[in-house]
């Protein structure tokens, strides 16, 4: 069952990459598509700043999940991981309720599911 939390785990911080590439270097009309924002308003210079730092934000948090799975192990792990998850989840039902709904499914139920896993196994 421990496979299963890091197979999540990973998972996560999979998705965590992807979004800070997207924030990153996505063209604008993707960008406005995923984060259904109009794209007259992701053209602008301060959007795409703001963006690309939301991007950095998520390409570091994948970072520290995965460097957490690899570096640290046990209580230490764990509690780690548990806090990074329920960040996660916090921020992804705030995003779903101040800018798109599909933020909570898309980032949150992952954590989630990976948190309660985490959880209910006693890991």
Known sequence: MQLLFVI??????????????LEI??????????????LSFIQQTPARAA????GIYNGMLAVV???ALLLLTGTA?????ALLLVFIVVVALF???????????????PAL??????LVLGL
């Not at 792990?77 to 991981?81: A, D, E, G, P, V």
């Open 8 to 21: 999540l785990t990973c998972l996560v911080a999979l998705e965590h990459l992807g979004i800070a590439a």
């Open 25 to 38: 270097w996505g063209r604008p009309a993707q960008q406005a598509n995923a984060f259904g924002m109009p």
């Open 51 to 54: 963006l690309a730092n939301q």
């Open 65 to 67: 999940i995965l460097g």
């Open 77 to 81: 792990q764990h509690i780690t991981l």
């Open 95 to 109: 995003g779903s309720l101040t800018v798109k709904r599909q933020i909570f499914w898309l980032q949150g139920c």
């Open 113 to 118: 599911l990976t948190l309660l896993v985490l």
